[in-house]
T-cell receptor, first 118, second 110 residues
Framework: AQSVTQLGSHVSVSEGALVLLRCNYS??????LFWYVQYPNQGLQLLLK??????LVKGINGFEAEFKKSETSFHLTKPSAHMSDAAEYFC????????????????FGQGTILTVHP | NAGVTQTPKFQVLKTGQSMTLQCAQD?????MYWYRQDPGMGLRLIYY???????DKGEVPNGYNVSRLNKREFSLRLESAAPSQTSVYFC?????????FGPGTRLTVT
């Protein structure tokens, strides 16, 4: 079984400040990890993903995340927040079966609402 | 290329009524998914379809049924709606490791 915990349901930053959204996961197999963003009254959009290879992954809109196996973490960062970053962010882990068969089912964290103040 | 589309956008039902949520994708994806989103709980998988002709239960399937009508369409049916099914429902399809989400259906059951 796999699970995702996002620390902090609400995060508030000033425009130009560092954004740090925390995600810890539990998985019995090497995980595929994702961050999605949801703007008000819209569906989810993929920000970035980690599958294999480089543990620091870069995504859209200046976001990046680092996979740390020893800490079972996949925190999302952005050096300088912009007003347009205000949204809800979801961390997710995908099922992956031994032998490579995957149905691509995602388990999501509870979500973190990011507020950006002028 | 519309991506993933869902109808209706909004719906209000009375307890015990039935309805079908429609989802279609034009990206020729094999796998499709239905999730529900509730405040503070993220998205939870209701049902999924790994390919045309197959469906399987996710984390919260009780009270729902699905039909994979063809490769494009994957519908979700509530046979007897309950207030606990008040939620926002998202359909998604998958290519590789990425899922593409529709805009959602906001359902209220009174």
């Amino acid at each position: 079984a796999q699970s995702v915990t996002q620390l902090g349901s609400h995060v508030s930053v000033s425009e130009g400040a560092l954004v740090l959204l925390r995600c810890n996961y539990s998985s019995s197999v090497p995980p595929y990890l994702f961050w999605y963003v949801q703007y008000p009254n819209q569906g989810l959009q993929l920000l970035l993903k980690y599958t294999t290879g480089a543990t620091l992954v870069k995504g859209i809109n200046g976001f990046e995340a680092e996979f740390k196996k020893s800490e079972t973490s996949f925190h999302l960062t952005k050096p300088s927040a912009h007003m347009s970053d205000a949204a809800e962010y979801f961390c997710a882990v995908s099922d992956q079966r031994a032998g490579g068969t995957s149905y691509g089912k995602l388990t999501f964290g509870q979500g973190t609402i990011l507020t950006v103040h002028p | 290329n519309a991506g993933v589309t869902q109808t209706p956008k909004f719906q209000v039902l009375k307890t015990g009524q039935s309805m079908t949520l429609q989802c279609a994708q034009d990206m020729n994806h094999n796998s499709m998914y239905w999730y529900r989103q509730d405040p503070g709980m993220g998205l939870r998988l209701i049902y999924y379809s790994a390919s045309e002709g197959t469906t399987d239960k996710g984390e919260v399937p009780n009270g729902y049924n699905v039909s994979r009508l063809n490769k494009r369409e994957f519908s979700l049916r509530l046979e007897s709606a309950a207030p606990s099914q008040t939620s926002v429902y998202f359909c998604a399809s998958r290519r590789g490791h990425e899922q593409y989400f529709g805009p959602g259906t906001r359902l209220t059951v009174t």
